[in-house]
């Protein structure tokens, strides 16, 4: 019988009680705190307007780019607290934002948006090769389509861009806003049990903000519910997963 002590996993991010106002005078949110550990998929459910990208974009530091600024409250992302730093900087640092609405470069070929996401740390030629072709294992789609520019791509396929072009920055942890918006239930699946795959053989960390409750709690471990800007209930995901009455009171009744 093994008696040795479980080593507690080490906190990744940490959020404490921000508030983000918009414009000097619109809430966004309100009280948020939240935690992500080394090696962790945590899921932040709600309806639209909860409040979900606000909070990624405030670990991000890309609120600042929609004219909002965290008026209370800190977050520390290993340890260290992030106020100030330029999202360019965290990006280096290790937190990736895969914005909602699938942005890519529509005018560059599949390969290029990627080889794009890979110049943040200025890799030798040779580790570019190398990151390209371990995404094109995760994502094998994306190879089958390497020369075709991205617009001409379908939603699924954009996606996997956003996400690959986001590995190529070898992230800590990778901040997912609404992933499954607009797909089909067959490609949200195989996205999502990409990031299970990632998380479990290379021990990526994952913050994904989602209004899928099904698939969000069926591969996260742990989640938080947001309503109006507000964290309303949290726990471990199979815990909330079997609570019916998330589905009607917090997100408005859907199910995937």
Not at 112 to 140: C, V
Not at 195 to 216: C, D, P, R, T, Y
Not at 237 to 255: I, K, S
Request: glycine share 10%; charged share 20%.
């Amino acid at each position: 019988m093994n008696t040795q002590p479980q080593t507690a996993p080490s906190r990744l991010l940490a959020v404490h009680d921000i508030e983000v106002i918009y414009d000097g005078a619109i809430l966004g949110v309100a009280g948020v705190s939240l935690h992500v550990d080394q090696g962790g998929i945590v899921a932040l459910l709600g309806a639209n307007g909860a409040g979900k990208s606000t909070t990624l974009k405030a670990i991000s530091g890309l609120v600042q780019a929609d004219r909002a600024q965290i008026s209370r409250g800190h977050i520390q992302f290993l340890g260290e607290d992030t106020a100030g730093i330029a999202p360019n900087v965290l990006a280096r640092r290790g937190i990736v934002h895969v914005l909602e609405g699938r942005h890519v470069f529509a005018h560059l070929t599949v390969e290029e948006n990627l080889r794009s996401g890979g110049f943040l740390r200025r890799p030798s030629r040779q580790t570019l090769e190398q990151e390209l072709e371990r995404i094109y294992a995760w994502f094998p789609r994306l190879k089958v389509k390497r020369r075709t520019a991205a617009g001409l791509t379908s939603g699924g396929e954009q996606q996997m861009l956003a996400i690959g072009r986001a590995l190529m920055t070898q992230p800590t942890l990778v901040l997912l806003d609404e992933p499954s918006m607009g797909l089909a239930p067959i490609i949200v699946e195989e996205i999502f049990d990409i990031v299970a795959e990632l998380n479990h053989k290379e021990g990526m960390s994952f913050l994904v903000a989602e209004q899928n409750i099904n698939v969000a709690l069926r591969h996260a471990h742990y989640a938080y519910i947001l309503e109006n800007g507000h964290v309303v209930s949290e726990g471990a995901a199979q815990d909330l997963a079997a609570r019916e009455d998330l589905q009607h009171f917090y997100l408005g009744g859907q199910v995937s």
